[in-house]
């Protein structure tokens, strides 16, 4: 399967909130709050403005983080990118 590239949404749309275990995402587009779990908002985070797969995702966070197997961390990243595009969160480009 191939690697989709997403974009996030524009930072000013979102406003990140942690709360313990959790974040809420705040999406001011649609008026909706998102509670969601690590790595969910770091993801958004490593995503920035540009468009980004997972493999460009999971290496920008492997930067940051000890992600330790890259093909599993490419995987999750990818599970959790579709599910963001669920939420609206990020959309594919």
Same mark, same amino acid.
């Given at each position: 399967?191939?690697?989709?590239?997403?974009?996030?949404?524009?930072?000013?749309? +979102?406003?990140?909130?942690? *709360? %313990?275990?959790? $974040?809420?995402?705040?999406?001011? @587009?649609?008026? !909706?709050?998102?509670?969601?779990?690590?790595?969910?908002?770091?993801?958004?985070?490593?995503? %920035?403005?540009? %468009?980004?797969? &997972?493999?460009?995702?999971? $290496? @920008?966070? &492997?930067? $940051?983080?000890?992600? #330790?197997? $890259?093909? #599993?961390? !490419? &995987? *999750?990243?990818?599970? @959790?990118?579709?599910? +963001?595009?669920?939420? #609206? +969160?990020?959309?594919?480009?």
């Amino acid at each position: 399967m191939a690697d989709r590239t997403y974009r996030a949404a524009p930072p000013d749309a +979102l406003c990140v909130e942690p *709360l %313990g275990d959790l $974040a809420l995402i705040f999406d001011r @587009r649609s008026t !909706q709050t998102h509670i969601v779990v690590s790595p969910m908002p770091e993801i958004l985070a490593a995503m %920035g403005a540009d %468009g980004c797969n &997972a493999a460009a995702v999971a $290496a @920008r966070l &492997a930067a $940051a983080f000890d992600l #330790g197997d $890259a093909d #599993g961390a !490419q &995987a *999750l990243v990818a599970e @959790r990118l579709v599910e +963001l595009a669920e939420l #609206g +969160l990020v959309a594919p480009v």
